[in-house]
């Protein structure tokens, strides 16, 4: 009895020093915690970054916290990240407005785009422009094609909401028309489901056509000259952030966007399609037109 | 007014999703704790098996059940995705091992107090089994109890073959999701305090009546 009582102490004893020795050597000098929305990181791209950030500042270690735009900037307000990235410029304008972020970086941009199942029923894919693509799926004659709406309130779904309302039309209480409050993701694959219509960034489509999950559905409308349809992500570090932290939230923020090869070439390989679109090239452009997107939705 | 319409069509909604799919579980979860207690044959590993499977993460028992029912799965012909019948089906799996495991404990218990009791004052099999039976109901009505809370308290099922399309198959813990998401926390929160009262309710409900019933 007395053996097994020291057996099991010790047994104990042995397992505490594991636990310590372990977490002693996995503690790192400085953590950067940055929120950011989930379409960025699920296409891999700031892994990627930091990777190589990582190779410059062996130092640091960068963690992504992948929630929704509004939820990242939620976070930063109750001081839990250093920094964010966002896609929603209505939203970031409130918050840059209320003075809980600063320092603005647009980094990167890409597009909107709207997928829907390859028989294409409402005929998008000769819409004349995005406008006219809604209203197509409006009017569609419909059996069973469906519109899947974020419903979230996203950067995506503030979006599709603005597209309704500059083709006149309501579509919220048409039976075809669902809101699945979901990430992009699960939106994607519910309208491979449901082989309905809905709008995506074009990373996440991609992503997730390359991976073979949503073989019913594909992108039939798209437009690099529609301004609904730009999508520009921004980096903003987090006002309440201080310290060294700050100075490596800010390094990593400015390491994104003087190196805009990093963000042109992620993806190409793996994709065959540029994902993102550096934005430093069209600095001035860019941020007029932010600007306007931030005064819409 | 209408937020509040809307609110109010979820929480019913939850209560209605989860409580069908507890009394389904119960239907086929209870006889099996019985037998399981009766025969009791294999026991140590149905045990092992059945307490495991009581935690099992309800995400990838929607994956699982997402792959089935897709429509390039093996179920998807059936067209079940994202409907609160799929909801169902997922939760009364889902708590299936709960309700065996928490009333096979009770009757167990029960059967060992009352056999030797029952033999002793000279009644035969059927008297002694439906001795056990009556003597066990509490501890199967709080199984029950706790597979409707799992059930009305899981989000990962819900979501994944639910989908939380608004009006449809949102509940109150997609929801409540989905505010997290949005960053409104504070409504996050109320519906939570919302989902747990209505639970408890429920629960002291449930408890009143079957009181009512056994004595």
Redesign the interface.
Same mark, same amino acid.
């Given at each position: 009895m007395k053996n097994r009582f020291a057996a099991i102490t010790l047994l104990m004893l042995f397992a505490t020093i594991l636990i310590i020795y372990y977490n002693m050597h996995s503690i790192h000098p400085t953590r950067v915690r940055i929120s950011t929305t989930t379409s960025l990181y699920a296409t891999g791209l700031l892994d990627y970054i930091a990777v190589k950030f990582r190779e410059l500042y062996p130092d640091v270690e960068i963690q992504f916290i992948p929630? =929704?735009s %509004?939820?990242? *900037?939620?976070y930063a307000e109750r001081g839990d990240v250093c920094a964010v990235f966002v896609h929603e410029p209505n939203f970031e304008k409130k918050y840059l407005d209320m003075g809980v972020i600063e320092e603005q970086k647009i980094f990167a941009f890409n597009y909107f785009i709207i997928v829907g199942p390859r028989e294409d029923p409402a005929n998008i894919s000769m819409a004349i422009d995005v406008v006219d693509a809604f209203r197509r799926i409006y009017s569609a004659e419909r059996e069973s094609t469906y519109f899947i709406s974020r @419903?979230? @309130? %996203?950067g995506t779904h503030t979006r599709e909401i603005y597209i309704w309302k500059l083709a006149g039309i309501s579509p919220t209480d048409r039976p075809w028309y669902? +809101?699945? =409050?979901? @990430?992009m993701d699960?939106a994607l694959i519910?309208a491979n +489901? *449901?082989k309905g219509y809905t709008l995506s960034d074009v990373g996440t489509y991609m992503v997730l056509k390359i991976r073979g999950r949503i073989?019913?559905i594909e992108a039939l409308y798209n437009s690099s000259t529609d301004i609904v349809l730009l999508n520009i992500y921004s980096g903003y570090l987090a006002k309440g952030c201080r310290g060294i932290e700050r100075r490596y939230a800010e390094l990593f923020l400015n390491f994104i966007y003087s190196n805009p090869d990093i963000v042109d070439n992620f993806g190409v390989n793996e994709y065959g399609v540029r994902l993102f679109y550096s934005a430093r090239h069209f600095d001035g452009d860019i941020r007029d037109l932010w600007s306007k997107l931030a005064g819409i939705g | 007014m209408k937020a509040m319409a809307e609110i109010i069509d979820t929480i019913l909604r939850s209560i209605m999703v989860s409580g069908v799919a507890t009394l389904m579980a119960s239907l086929w979860s209870i006889p099996l704790a019985y037998l399981f207690v009766f025969r009791n044959r294999g026991s140590v590993f149905i045990e092992a098996v059945i307490e495991t499977l009581v935690g099992i993460p309800t995400v990838l028992l929607g994956l699982l059940l997402y792959i089935l029912f897709s429509s390039s799965g093996l179920l998807g012909f059936l067209g079940l995705l994202y409907t609160p019948q799929a909801i169902i089906i997922g939760e009364s799996i889902l708590v299936t091992p709960l309700i065996i495991s928490i009333s096979y404990r009770s009757i167990r218990g029960i059967a060992h107090l009352y056999y030797e009791f029952a033999l002793s004052i000279g009644a035969n099999r059927v008297q002694r089994m439906r001795l056990i039976v009556s003597q066990s109901l509490p501890g199967v009505v709080a199984a029950c109890i706790t597979g409707f809370s799992r059930a009305i308290g899981e989000l990962g099922i819900a979501m994944m073959i639910g989908g939380n399309i608004k009006g449809y198959t949102r509940v109150m813990t997609t929801a409540i999701a989905l505010e997290v998401a949005k960053g409104n926390f504070e409504e996050a929160i109320i519906l939570g305090i919302v989902l747990l009262l209505i639970t408890i309710a429920i629960s002291i409900a449930i408890k009143l009546i079957s009181r009512v019933y056994v004595a």
């Amino acid at each position: 009895m007395k053996n097994r009582f020291a057996a099991i102490t010790l047994l104990m004893l042995f397992a505490t020093i594991l636990i310590i020795y372990y977490n002693m050597h996995s503690i790192h000098p400085t953590r950067v915690r940055i929120s950011t929305t989930t379409s960025l990181y699920a296409t891999g791209l700031l892994d990627y970054i930091a990777v190589k950030f990582r190779e410059l500042y062996p130092d640091v270690e960068i963690q992504f916290i992948p929630v =929704g735009s %509004s939820a990242a *900037l939620r976070y930063a307000e109750r001081g839990d990240v250093c920094a964010v990235f966002v896609h929603e410029p209505n939203f970031e304008k409130k918050y840059l407005d209320m003075g809980v972020i600063e320092e603005q970086k647009i980094f990167a941009f890409n597009y909107f785009i709207i997928v829907g199942p390859r028989e294409d029923p409402a005929n998008i894919s000769m819409a004349i422009d995005v406008v006219d693509a809604f209203r197509r799926i409006y009017s569609a004659e419909r059996e069973s094609t469906y519109f899947i709406s974020r @419903g979230d @309130g %996203s950067g995506t779904h503030t979006r599709e909401i603005y597209i309704w309302k500059l083709a006149g039309i309501s579509p919220t209480d048409r039976p075809w028309y669902k +809101e699945c =409050g979901c @990430g992009m993701d699960q939106a994607l694959i519910i309208a491979n +489901e *449901l082989k309905g219509y809905t709008l995506s960034d074009v990373g996440t489509y991609m992503v997730l056509k390359i991976r073979g999950r949503i073989p019913n559905i594909e992108a039939l409308y798209n437009s690099s000259t529609d301004i609904v349809l730009l999508n520009i992500y921004s980096g903003y570090l987090a006002k309440g952030c201080r310290g060294i932290e700050r100075r490596y939230a800010e390094l990593f923020l400015n390491f994104i966007y003087s190196n805009p090869d990093i963000v042109d070439n992620f993806g190409v390989n793996e994709y065959g399609v540029r994902l993102f679109y550096s934005a430093r090239h069209f600095d001035g452009d860019i941020r007029d037109l932010w600007s306007k997107l931030a005064g819409i939705g | 007014m209408k937020a509040m319409a809307e609110i109010i069509d979820t929480i019913l909604r939850s209560i209605m999703v989860s409580g069908v799919a507890t009394l389904m579980a119960s239907l086929w979860s209870i006889p099996l704790a019985y037998l399981f207690v009766f025969r009791n044959r294999g026991s140590v590993f149905i045990e092992a098996v059945i307490e495991t499977l009581v935690g099992i993460p309800t995400v990838l028992l929607g994956l699982l059940l997402y792959i089935l029912f897709s429509s390039s799965g093996l179920l998807g012909f059936l067209g079940l995705l994202y409907t609160p019948q799929a909801i169902i089906i997922g939760e009364s799996i889902l708590v299936t091992p709960l309700i065996i495991s928490i009333s096979y404990r009770s009757i167990r218990g029960i059967a060992h107090l009352y056999y030797e009791f029952a033999l002793s004052i000279g009644a035969n099999r059927v008297q002694r089994m439906r001795l056990i039976v009556s003597q066990s109901l509490p501890g199967v009505v709080a199984a029950c109890i706790t597979g409707f809370s799992r059930a009305i308290g899981e989000l990962g099922i819900a979501m994944m073959i639910g989908g939380n399309i608004k009006g449809y198959t949102r509940v109150m813990t997609t929801a409540i999701a989905l505010e997290v998401a949005k960053g409104n926390f504070e409504e996050a929160i109320i519906l939570g305090i919302v989902l747990l009262l209505i639970t408890i309710a429920i629960s002291i409900a449930i408890k009143l009546i079957s009181r009512v019933y056994v004595a």
